[in-house]
Nanobody, 123 residues
Framework: QVQLVESGGGLVQAGGSLRLSCAAS????????MGWFRQAPGKEREFVAA????????FYPDSVKGRCTISRDKAKNTVYLQMNSMTPEDTSVYYC????????????????WGQGTQVTVSS
């Protein structure tokens, strides 16, 4: 079955950068979309970015455009999330998630999830 494993989280100072990775395994992902979400304590899960494995097209909410970049390495079945100019408001658990075919910014549309990686931004 599908397995998603995030890595790269940690502590970063405000203004700094971080790159998260999500390694996918268990099937062929050519018709799939990988999304990144985040969830801070007491808040709903928030969409951060998504990418189509095959063509590489991307989708971002306005809240992170210009600060976050999602990319993928098809050979490694790995998706990356580069975050720049980070603020304490970016502190969250970051999750990668997988769905078929189409972009979506709703976590309910993604049936497969990783375990999450903690990102903490200090002021």
């Amino acid at each position: 079955q599908v397995q998603l494993v995030e890595s790269g989280g940690g502590l970063v100072q405000a203004g700094g950068s971080l790159r998260l990775s999500c390694a996918a395994s268990g099937r062929t992902f050519s018709n799939y979309v990988m999304g990144w979400f985040r969830q801070a304590p007491g808040k709903e899960r928030e969409f951060v970015a998504a990418i189509k494995f095959s063509g590489g097209s991307t989708f971002y909410p306005d809240s992170v455009k210009g600060r976050c970049t999602i990319s993928r390495d098809k050979a490694k079945n790995t998706v990356y999330l580069q975050m720049n100019s980070m603020t304490p408001e970016d502190t969250s658990v970051y999750y990668c998630a997988l769905r078929e075919f189409y972009f979506s910014n709703s976590p309910d549309d993604y049936p497969n999830w990783g375990q999450g990686t903690q990102v903490t931004v200090s002021s």
